[in-house]
């Protein structure tokens, strides 16, 4: 898992991020479930699954995976842990409360994402080396 961190900073926050859109998109038109019926105009397209939630879960799962191993300090990893957990929790009931989202929305779209991240995970050692000398990843001082 330390090679997949170290590696995983280069590019594969935003592969996965992007791997994340284009699941969300395919399973929403797959599903094509209507919203709720109080929800906003603003809101268009299928209700499931929960686009902002899958989203911030995948930007808080590499920020869990990539950033809280490099604290230090034990106690503020913790503190740093729950704060993901909770902004996490308060995403994914605010979608509910202002009707734009059903629950099982906001759980599926978890669930499709920690798969993802799984998924991503497993696919990184063989991906990564193929990719590695892409003029565009090639050049990064990073």
């Not at 696919?123 to 080396?129: D, E, K, M, N, R």
């Amino acid at each position: 898992m330390g090679a997949f961190i170290i590696e995983f900073q280069r590019f594969g926050g935003l592969a996965t991020l992007a791997g994340a859109d284009i699941i969300g998109f395919l399973v929403k038109n797959i599903v094509q479930r209507p919203r709720p019926e109080l929800h906003l105009a603003a809101d268009d397209g299928y209700s499931y699954p929960s686009g902002h939630t899958l989203g911030a879960f995948i930007v808080l799962a590499v920020l869990w995976i990539v950033v809280v191993p490099l604290i230090q300090k034990k106690a503020t990893r913790i503190i740093v842990k729950i704060l993901i957990v909770v902004v996490m929790f308060l995403l994914m009931v605010s979608r509910v409360y202002l009707n734009a989202h059903y629950p099982t929305d906001t759980i599926g779209a978890v669930v499709i994402g920690y798969t993802w991240l799984l998924l991503a995970e497993n696919l990184y050692p063989i991906v990564a080396p193929k990719i590695a000398n892409w003029p565009l990843l090639n050049k990064s001082k990073y």
